[in-house]
């Protein structure tokens, strides 16, 4: 396991609010008398103490799920996980993921919108899923978009100088959108049907 | 109040320990178990520890005199 520093921040404060509540626990035990001290030890240690480690915890934690590695300790998604990492496929996400042009976070960087709060609907979509695949038996063909691709997620890396070197983007009607012609967007069995 | 008290700390204790748990074994489950454990075990000791609060002695305001 990789040790970074925001992992030895989360588990020294995580570390001392687990030492403060063990701490305040035996001091029962030992002696059941209450002076002000000892309640105000509790009170600190619940309210001063816990919050910051709980966010800490959390905040790591959800970093943490961005990581293609995440998605794919899901069953479900092993297919689509197995296709972006492949080194044959050759499927769109298969080619940015192999030359490098997403170097880390596959699944995180593509799924998400870029709107104002899309990262935090993305956390929260991705709750569900966790649930879902956790909770229920999800099929393999129960898994689709929310809704059709849409460009401006293309156009966060793909930007307008570059995109109006292609001679065919500057012909495109107005409603086409950037999958109807990039439309091998994963090699997977479902789609392939 | 000793109940309160062991009940705070064993429900924190408890959310701080699944805490740990995730941040060194990070799965989809403990993941959740953090987070929800986190979150319950918490508003249990916050519940507890305004009930205690509430039900302190007073300072006897002639002692100070």
Redesign the interface.
Known sequence: ?KLDIQ?LF??LV??L??LG??A??VL?LLR?R?GRTF?VV??G???FV??P??FA??I??LE??KSTQ?CA??HDMEQHVEDVMGATSKSLAAKHVRRTWINKNACYTCHTDYTMFGPLNAKFKG?RH??A??LHDVKEEEIDLYHPYQDRDCLQCHDQARFDRVEEHIDADADERCIDCHDNMHKVRRIDE | ??VL??I???S??L???V??L???Y????T??A??TI??VG?AI??VC?VL??MR?PKRDSTDSQ
Do not use: D, E, H, K
């Open positions: 396991m992992l989360v588990f995580t570390a609010a687990l509540a063990v305040s626990f029962i059941r209450y309640v509790s009170l240690c619940i309210f816990w919050p480690s709980f915890t959390s790591y934690n943490r799920s995440f300790s899901c709750m966790m649930m695949a956790l | 109040m000793t008290i062991v705070a700390l064993m924190i204790t959310a701080l320990a805490g740990v995730s941040v060194f990070f799965s989809p489950w993941f959740l953090q987070l986190g979150i918490g000791a916050m520890m205690l609060i302190l």
